[in-house]
């Protein structure tokens, strides 16, 4: 396998899309998500229309064992990763001390541990290599806490603060890795978690243009990107910094506050 890129939550969505950039670039692939169907169409799709070769790992990333068996599988079959892309996560909305516990703790196990442990596993061949991009999707979310879903905004805010102190560390040599944050995206997530009802889903950016800014911010080895928000929200990210903390909850939680 050649420039082979791993990609988490790869069955649809963001993941989806980035699988497509990647085969169109002449990359192979490893596509990892729990739904076996998604996959095996997806990776039939790819090697129909790129010719690549695409492998794929069933696997649930909210286990502990998971980021490490996929390593394991990965080296048994003796492949180098030249692009790690932490893309799988979920979010969900209600107020933090009536949701149910087990949603929230399987969030930031995938959100945070699942990240986490599989760049702690590929980043000493990265570097042993001196050479591979990682791309972490967080979110626009990750700016600021947000008050209907107090652990997702948190597990982001982990993930772009993680992404960013391991870039530092990097500095000097020819690894990189790459914070994406996306704002509402036309993906599953806005059904799954609730959010389609809201004002903060109302307008939606499309899969594919995030993760070809997502994609081409990792090739440049930059260390932020943000994507997918309209002019006006653009705006508010600006000046969010230097608003009374209090008047950015009020606004979030309005925004966040599903429609009936």
Do not use: C
Not at 195 to 200: K, V
Not at 237 to 247: D, E, G, N, S, V
């Amino acid at each position: 396998m050649k420039k082979v890129a791993l990609i988490t939550g790869a069955s649809t969505g963001i993941g989806r899309e980035l699988a497509w950039i990647h085969a169109e670039n002449g990359g192979d692939l490893i596509i990892v998500a729990r739904r076996k169907d998604k996959l095996e169409e997806l990776q039939k799709q790819l090697v129909s229309k790129y010719g690549v070769e695409v492998r794929i790992i069933v696997k649930d990333l909210g286990t502990a064992n998971a980021p490490q068996e996929i390593y394991d599988e990965i080296k048994s079959n003796n492949i180098d990763i030249e692009y790690l892309i932490n893309n799988a996560g979920f979010g969900g909305i209600g107020k933090f001390h009536e949701r149910e516990w087990q949603q929230d703790a399987a969030m930031i196990n995938l959100n945070i541990m699942a990240l986490t442990n599989l760049t702690r596993l590929f980043l000493p061949d990265f570097i042993k290599q001196n050479r591979g991009r990682i791309l972490n999707v967080s979110s626009t979310a990750s700016l600021i806490p947000g008050p209907l879903q107090a652990v997702y905004f948190a597990t982001k805010a982990y993930v772009s603060s993680l992404s960013n102190a391991i870039a530092e560390e990097l500095r000097g040599t020819k690894v990189t890795i790459t914070n994406l944050m996306p704002g509402a995206t036309e993906t599953e997530f806005g059904k799954l978690s609730g959010m389609e009802r809201t004002e903060a889903f109302k307008t939606t950016a499309s899969a594919n243009l995030v993760a070809l800014d997502g994609y081409n911010a990792m090739l440049k080895g930059k260390l932020d990107v943000i994507s997918g928000l309209t002019f006006s929200q653009k705006i508010l990210t600006a000046i969010l910094p230097f608003m009374p903390k209090k008047i950015v909850l009020k606004q979030i939680r309005k925004l966040q506050e599903t429609k009936k």
